[in-house]
């Protein structure tokens, strides 16, 4: 009975001191991971405020910055916003909070000096509080601060419960050990104890001269046990550190997003079905190459973004077909099946006569929607014929595609791009068991500048036929959001970045894309194939020069050329030791010459070019080579690879994805990119050489510190790039995007 007590006291011990010790552990597991959630969604929420109560800030709209603290600081555990001018003073704030609140805040005095975000607990009106507060900055300068006040006093509340829940559990725990004790004492331990004493007496004495465990009396639980426990624990051991080692290599290939990766997951998530994929542009154009037809890839990123989706998800993709030899490629239903090298998936092309393609194309789409979601004051031209044909064409578009699925139950469609942003709703309007996407590849302006056209409303309803919504930036969907709240009747919930109108939900969501990113050599043997290939390269260009710089560009407005080239005669001038030592070579594609501005703008693109060359050549050097044509990816990539620098300098960008092209050729971790603040990649592209390219004289100082870069600097900087976009690539791109698109359920489809 001592025995039994001693053990029943020793378990209730050791219980109650894993229980507390449990306890603790448990608690303050908790507490950090229930502060850690509350600073991040307070980060999120913070980040993405910040660049609207900016804008209204320094724009000195009080209303409006005021309705948007308002409305936002109601949600639930938010006690509150406040905005601060410079010197700590309230510009706004949560009536709630201003009687808490001194001036100058201290808090956001100090956020502003450390030029960097500060959160802290604090007792606000009674009330414990987690502050968060981050500077505000307009054109690189500190113009104020915004700060965050969330209720934490829930976080002692849940600690509590933690306590009390597990006090409870030690008294369950000591009424079941005293009973269990007692019967496992009786029936397990004493009486196998008295059999294994009695043979062991035996083996002593003789009794049992054999010794071996074979004869171990019936019920022992000790020494049978103990082996093969022992050899159990080993096993277990070896299969232990063997799943381990399993599961770590399983996690590293599977957190990177491959082809087979995608291709598996597209299995899982779309069941066997198709993707239906429709843009305007044709991923692959058939034109006349003298008495034979040749195919091309045509220029974009869009082309280049989604042609390797395509080839695993084995689906139709519908597009204009372009090119002049389209037609005799085609069968009898307008199909041919690509790449024509190795034939993956389908293309269907869609028709369209001249005076369509004038009017839906060159008109409403590139110069009107084009100009007005790109702010590069260039003003947007809305004429009401080109708006007939463009609404003309997505109807066209829609009944093409509606006899493609007319036999597919809940098809599953994804639109690219502002060619087609009523297309959504005509399908919807026939088929309301489609899940649909829209993807829209540019930017979105906000609601003053989107205001502009004549036609916005119908615009919008076009695009919320679409199930999902996606954009580049979070940026972007906020302006959207903010356009439907402008413009029409509907409900938006900005917790969930969702609109609903006529019963019909939209969510918006923002999607990076990328580019594929492959397994190059190792970093030693790329060194010395991209030295030899920059040797081939030089002689077939005609290049004498020590540096190369590149730029790869659709010869369009947005893309920042002439500012490009006036930064490098800026940067000869300020640095003459690089005369006849740096080169710029600018692979532009001829894009959308039936458009005036287009056409003015490649007159001014060689003007300059001319202009830089006459000033500073030389008999064997000239510091820019413009190649002007349709290059291969073949031919970019080499150039990428072998250049020192190359130049992104966009005015305003969705993404740009020759930024990332660049980082993925650059197998040697070499190079330096220089990159357009108004682009969408500078928001992963951190390691990347930021510049404003309005500004030439810091675009002409960024391409000296790129070319005067220490090698180390820039392997480490390419390094991090590379890791970016080879984690989030295209194929993480399509993954996210279309399994967001296929988990949605309409409720006419069913689950």
């Not at 603290?69 to 003073?89: C, H, P, Q, T, Y």
């Not at 928001?683 to 002409?700: F, H, K, S, V």
Request: aromatic share 10%; with cysteine.
């Amino acid at each position: 009975m001592k025995i039994t007590l001693r053990l029943i006291v020793s378990l209730f011990l050791v219980v109650a001191a894993v229980t507390v010790g449990f306890s603790f552990y448990q608690v303050d597991k908790e507490k950090s991971r229930m502060a850690d959630d509350l600073e991040r969604r307070t980060a999120i929420l913070a980040d993405s405020l910040r660049e609207s109560v900016t804008y209204l800030a320094n724009r000195g709209l009080p209303e409006r910055l005021n309705r948007l603290v308002v409305r936002f600081g109601n949600r639930k555990r938010l006690e509150g916003i406040a905005v601060f001018d410079s010197g700590g003073n309230i510009i706004t704030v949560t009536p709630e909070l201003k009687s808490g609140i001194s001036q100058p805040f201290p808090e956001a005095v100090k956020t502003m000096l450390d030029n960097s975000p500060s959160a802290k607990l604090k007792d606000l009106n009674g009330k414990e509080t987690y502050i968060y507060v981050l500077p505000l900055r307009a054109k690189g300068k500190i113009t104020g601060a915004m700060a965050l006040f969330d209720d934490a006093s829930y976080i002692d509340a849940r600690l509590k419960e933690i306590w009390k829940s597990n006090l409870l559990r030690l008294l369950i725990y000591t009424v079941l050990i005293v009973f269990i004790t007692l019967v496992v004492v009786r029936w397990s331990i004493t009486g196998p104890i008295a059999r294994m004493a009695q043979w062991m007496r035996e083996v002593r004495t003789g009794k049992d001269k054999s010794g071996q465990l074979a004869h171990f009396p019936r019920g022992d639980i000790l020494s049978s046990l103990i082996n093969e426990a022992a050899h159990m624990a080993k096993s277990l051991t070896a299969a232990r550190a063997k799943a381990e080692e399993e599961a770590k290599l399983r996690f590293n290939a599977a957190s990177l997003w491959t082809a087979n990766r995608l291709k598996e997951h597209m299995k899982a998530e779309l069941g066997g079905k198709k993707l239906f994929l429709v843009s305007n542009r044709e991923p692959y154009m058939h034109t006349k190459n003298g008495h034979g037809v040749k195919c091309i890839i045509p220029a974009g990123g869009l082309v280049t973004a989604l042609d390797p989706v395509m080839r695993i998800c084995d689906g139709l993709w519908l597009a204009h077909g372009s090119g002049d030899a389209d037609r005799e490629t085609v069968d009898a239903h307008d199909k041919v099946l690509v790449p024509p090298e190795e034939p993956a998936y389908t293309l269907k092309r869609v028709w369209l006569s001249k005076d369509e393609e004038k009017g839906y194309y060159y008109g409403f789409s590139n110069e009107g929607i084009w100009p007005l979601c790109h702010i590069t004051h260039t003003r947007p031209v809305f004429r009401l014929e080109d708006w007939v044909y463009y609404q003309k064409v997505n109807e066209k578009f829609a009944e093409a595609l509606l006899e493609e699925i007319k036999d597919e139950e809940c098809p599953l469609i994804l639109i690219q791009d502002y060619h087609l942003a009523l297309l959504p709703m005509l399908i919807k309007e026939k088929r309301p068991d489609t899940r649909v996407a829209l993807f829209w590849h540019i930017p979105w302006p906000n609601p003053e500048a989107f205001g502009i056209c004549p036609w916005q409303q119908e615009i919008l309803m076009g695009i919320l036929g679409a199930d999902l919504v996606g954009f580049h930036i979070q940026f972007h969907c906020n302006n959207f959001l903010d356009a439907v709240d402008r413009f029409l009747e509907s409900k938006t919930d900005w917790e969930q970045f969702s609109v609903t109108r006529g019963g019909h939900t939209t969510l918006v969501k923002s999607f990076p894309i990328s580019v594929s990113f492959e397994n190059f050599p190792d970093k030693e043997s790329a060194i010395k194939g991209n030295n030899s290939l920059r040797g081939q390269l030089f002689k077939e260009k005609g290049i004498h020069a020590k540096h190369l710089g590149v730029g790869v560009d659709r010869i369009d407005y947005t893309k920042g050329i002439p500012e490009r080239f006036r930064a490098v005669e800026r940067f000869l001038e300020k640095h003459p030791e690089f005369v006849g030592k740096f080169s710029f070579v600018e692979l532009g594609a001829p894009s959308r010459t039936h458009i005036k501005k287009y056409h003015d703008l490649m007159a001014e693109v060689e003007e300059t070019v001319e202009s830089v060359n006459w000033r500073f050549q030389t008999k064997e050097w000239k510091p820019i080579l413009f190649l002007k044509a349709h290059h291969t990816h073949e031919e970019i990539n080499r150039f990428y690879k072998t250049a020192d620098v190359c130049m992104v300098t966009s005015l305003h960008d969705g993404m740009n994805l020759v930024a990332k092209e660049f980082v993925a050729a650059r197998d040697d971790e070499d190079g330096v990119l220089v990159l357009s603040q108004f682009a969408g990649a500078s928001r992963e592209l951190t390691d990347a050489l930021i510049i404003n390219p309005y500004d030439i004289e810091e675009m002409a100082d960024t391409i000296y510190r790129a070319l005067t870069m220490k090698p180390g600097e820039k392997s480490e900087r390419m390094a991090r790039m590379r890791q970016v976009v080879r984690e989030n690539n295209i194929y993480r791109w399509a993954g996210d995007l279309i399994m967001a698109l296929a988990r949605l359920r309409p409720s006419s489809c069913g689950e």
